[in-house]
């Protein structure tokens, strides 16, 4: 067994055989995958990794489970949570999640959209689920023959890969799906503390232990305890406040942006290796940032140098957006016309309608935002931010004609 120090969850325990696939060249890799981007440029002490991040989902899968066990006990019947092999196999799931990320993580995905949309290459991306689709493959590549020797009594690959993709088809799987991605996950349970922790802000700081010990397992569903309504207020809350003002900061959105459209230059000049399961060992954040000068001076200047790039200071927001939205043809022309020198980017995120959480209440289970007014009153986040090199600063007619509509 190994004991790895955390500065979220304190100590984790790994046990030899979750070593084994820890110890691999491919989830090692994950060292070199940034949580969040180029949000460093703006927060400084945001650089941690993926690496830390999934083994803080695996120690959180296991932590869930231990407690989801004695509370659902006499009410649910969860016989598989009585197979310590079953809850290694959940908790491994939990460790590749995020196996499938790219380099600088969904600023990558964001790149491959851009590079499809925008200049018109023949890419795979498959929208958010792009890193999940292609983790499966990573499994599939490099894993799959370890965790078949570990996990001798299950059909254990494709477990591990229904439930990243979300695609349960067991008891089992569903259960397994549901502590890793859903509105009250070890995933977010992990991420938000983590990432406002690093970037030296409270906004994520959750009461993750009363979380935990409040969690059940009821009619197929993960559930709250009633009595555990204000920490998954303050949990929704919290992943909120994160969206506005770390995720969707406007200079970070700037910058990742920067970022994409670098790295579109980079696939169209074949300067970078296939994005396939077989080159993933040597698609990590270093690759990329050794190849960014070659995308252009400008675009090196901008990520190295943080210079050379400026942002309109008008937040496109409410009918604003929803004009660019409607008009996103004639944006990704002035993109492609400007070889990148003028960007769009975009947030858009649902707080809560996107996943329904559930409570334990007199017996009967109900959803959360019929007995919170706090959670029933979220609502979406929508922003764009644009930008442009000074080199381009005379040529924005359009973007301000744009912006006149507004």
Known sequence: MKIIRDPIHGYIEISDKILQIISTDIFQRLRHISQTGLAYLVYPGMRHTRFEHSLGVMYL??????????????????????????????????????????????????????????????VEYYGKKTHVILGSRVID????????????????????????????????????????????????????????????????????????????????RLVAMKKAIPVIEQFLLSRMYMYQTIYFHSVVGLYNAILSHAISRLIEKDLIPKIDPENYIELNDFLILSKIRE???????????????????????????????????EINEVMRDSKGLILYHDFYDVPYSEDEIFVYQDDEIKPLSNVSNIISSLRSIKKGVIGYHESVENKLERINNLLKNC
């Not at 690959?157 to 799987?173: A, C, D, Y």
């Not at 259960?175 to 690093?198: K, Q, T, V």
């Open 61 to 122: 899968v296991k932590e869930f489970i231990r407690y989801i066990k004695i509370n659902s006990e006499g009410i649910e019947s969860l016989d598989f949570l009585e197979d310590d092999e079953f809850i290694d196999l959940v908790s491994v799931a939990g460790l590749l999640h995020d196996i499938g990320h790219l380099p600088f993580s969904h600023t990558f995905e964001n790149a491959l959209s851009i590079s499809k949309e925008v200049y018109g290459l023949d």
């Open 141 to 220: 590549t490099y894993l799959s023959h370890i965790i078949d020797k570990l996990f001798k009594n299950f059909n254990s690959v494709n477990f591990i890969q229904r439930v990243i993709l979300s695609t349960p088809k067991t008891r089992g799987e569903k259960f397994a799906s549901s502590i890793i991605s859903s509105a009250i996950d070890a995933d977010r349970s992990d991420y938000l503390p983590r990432d406002s922790y690093f970037a030296g802000v409270g906004y994520g700081n959750i009461d993750l232990e009363r979380l935990k010990r409040s969690l059940m397992y009821v009619n197929d």
């Open 295 to 329: 995308s252009g001076k400008e675009f090196y200047d901008g990520i190295v140098n943080r210079r050379g790039f400026k942002r309109v200071k008008k937040d496109v927001v409410d009918s604003c957006y929803k004009f660019f939205e409607d008009n996103r043809k």
